[in-house]
Each structure stands twice: as C-alpha cells, then as structure tokens.
C-alpha cells in the first residue's frame, strides 16, 4: 500500500494484515487516529475514560499525545433522528 492509508469504517477488528502494513510504514511519518465512539449505557462511558487513563503515560511513552478530546450531540455528527 502507497501513500496515506484511508479511513475505513468497519464494524471488524484490526487484521493482522493491516496491522503488519501499519507497522512497516513507521518511518513515513506520523499516524493519525480518529476515534468516532458510541458508548453502551450504564457505564460504558466511565469504563473507556478508565482506559484512558491507564493508557495515556504509555502513549506518551511512545511519543503520541492527545491532541483533542471531545463530546459531540448526535445531531453534530449527522443524526436525523
């Protein structure tokens, strides 16, 4: 694969293909992550800002920092409903 990897939306886990295309492309630069998250009641929410906690000294371990965190409205994020 040549040049910036798309964004895909898929409901799938990583594959390990992607993953060993990712880690043969360090060298180009930086990554980028998005992540668009929908959170299941009771919890989930508290539950993934746990995570993040844990996570965030080994990510900047590694050189990556948090550059925005946020909560949108679903209407912001196109939701007709």
Not at 14 to 26: V, Y
């Amino acid at each position: 694969m040549n040049g910036p990897i798309d964004a895909q939306v898929s409901p799938e886990p990583p594959s390990e293909e992607g993953f060993a295309d990712l880690t043969s492309r360090l060298d180009e630069g930086p990554v980028t992550m998005l992540n668009l998250l929908a959170f299941k009641p009771d919890g989930g929410r508290e539950r993934y800002l746990e995570y993040g906690e844990a996570v965030l000294p080994l990510l900047e371990k590694a050189g990556g920092h948090v550059v925005f965190q946020g909560q949108a409205a679903p209407a912001v994020l196109g939701n007709d409903s």
